[in-house]
């Protein structure tokens, strides 16, 4: 994902959160009873789905923003002789295939330790 995107996706999601607050502020203004939308649901019902489908997508953007970071870190311990490195991010899609050639170089080195020590290293679970 693109810096833009990351950002537009952040503006979004902080834009989700605005408007739950304000609404959240509404409810309990007006009080939980009786407050209905223009469908007959009760509108504190409609607040907690949207809080909580907010919760779900903050947690998923974290967990793929730490994920991210700790990648785009790597990538850059990996590459110092960039200019700049610390301030260049890489595209997605060559961090993917570069941190697969970091998983494939791993497993190879495990794989030459596992049949030089065999007694002593576990095999890694097989993937698929």
């Known amino acids: 994902m693109t810096d833009r995107g990351l950002d537009a996706l952040e503006q979004a999601l902080e834009a989700t959160e ?5 609404e ?23 607040i907690e789905k949207i809080v909580e ?6 947690a998923s953007f974290d967990l793929r923003w730490k994920a991210d970071m700790r990648a785009i870190k790597r990538w850059q311990a990996a590459h110092p002789e960039r200019p700049n490195v610390e301030l260049t991010w890489p ?11 970091e998983v494939e170089r791993l497993e190879q080195g495990l794989k030459i330790m596992q049949e030089n020590f065999p007694k002593t290293i576990p095999a890694p ?4």
């Open 18 to 22: 605005e408007i739950v607050n304000n």
């Open 24 to 46: 959240l502020r509404a409810v309990a203004v007006l009080g939980e009873k009786g407050v209905y939308t223009t469908d007959g649901t009760v509108f504190a019902e409609g």
């Open 53 to 58: 489908s907010e919760r779900d997508l903050r």
């Open 91 to 101: 595209d997605h899609a060559d961090l993917v295939v570069w941190l697969l050639g």
């Open 125 to 128: 679970m097989d993937r698929p």
